[in-house]
């Protein structure tokens, strides 16, 4: 029976990740604060800012034959603003929580015939959100990540997923900065824009299907693109200008 663990799979994409992963032929392991509700599902409970409640988590796992890493943090704040204990929270849960999930995984992973890992990024860490760069630089670093697995440990086939604004709760969990002087009007802005493309967006169950897909695959590319106006949007921000890009980045955000 394969055996697959998804970290950040109690709500949002993950949880609709592991609806689409449930056929009954799967050994499917939650690792979250909070249980996945969907039955067969073993639950691991962990922090994944914790390195050592992750490290263990993972090790309560027997066989790992895909990696789904779901878990991520925002935060919407100017940089003249954003508390150094926030910005390493962010970090600490969308890039070392990812990065420590695959060392802790590996050794099973290779024990595995096709072993795979996917971590969840963003059209974000591809063209920048005002006043959320540290979520876009995070977003972008997961990007690396998948390239250097690919480079260091070829059997593993580790790919970044460049998910779009999409339609769940995360755009509510957002923590947003107030009291930010001369920056609030277009802070305030920015982050309405934001989840309003996010709640006009795909549907979570749009992309937990892409993504079901990209494990089903035998070698997925280390980096795929989720939607195809997302897709577009991507590839005109490739090839645009660098002045056109921060011109057409303000007009989307309204600042």
């Not at 969907?38 to 309560?60: C, K, Q, R, W, Y």
């Not at 919407?76 to 070392?96: L, R, T």
């Not at 995360?170 to 002087?181: E, L, V």
């Not at 989840?195 to 280390?222: C, L």
Request: include cysteine.
């Amino acid at each position: 029976m394969r055996s697959i663990v998804i970290v950040g799979g109690s709500s949002g994409i993950g949880l609709a990740v592991v609806q689409h992963l449930s056929d009954g032929e799967t050994q499917i392991t939650n690792i979250s604060r909070t249980p996945c509700a969907v039955t067969g599902v073993t639950n691991i409970t962990a922090d994944v800012a914790d390195i050592f409640e992750l490290h263990a988590a993972i090790s309560a796992v027997e066989k790992i034959d895909a990696l789904i890493y779901c878990a991520g943090f925002s935060l919407a704040a100017p940089v003249e603003y954003a508390k150094n204990s926030d910005v390493k929270h962010m970090f600490d849960v969308n890039i070392i929580g990812a990065t420590e999930c695959i060392k802790a995984a590996l050794q099973k992973l290779h024990e595995s015939e096709c072993p795979k890992v996917v971590i969840l990024s963003s059209s974000g860490g591809i063209a920048p959100i005002p006043f959320d760069m540290f979520y876009s630089a995070t977003k972008a670093g997961l990007f690396k990540i998948a390239e250097a697995v690919r480079l260091e440990c070829p059997k593993i086939k580790c790919t970044a997923v460049a998910v779009p604004a999409t339609q769940t709760e995360f755009s509510f969990k957002r923590k947003i900065y107030t009291d930010c002087g001369e920056y609030n009007k277009r802070l305030k802005a920015a982050s309405d824009a934001l989840i309003k493309m996010e709640q006009t967006g795909y549907s979570a169950d749009y992309v937990a299907k892409r993504i079901a897909a990209i494990i089903k695959k035998k070698n997925p590319p280390p980096k795929v693109t989720v939607g195809t106006k997302n897709k577009l949007m991507m590839f005109a921000y490739k090839i645009l200008p660098w002045r056109l890009r921060l011109f057409a980045l303000r007009k989307i955000y309204n600042i």
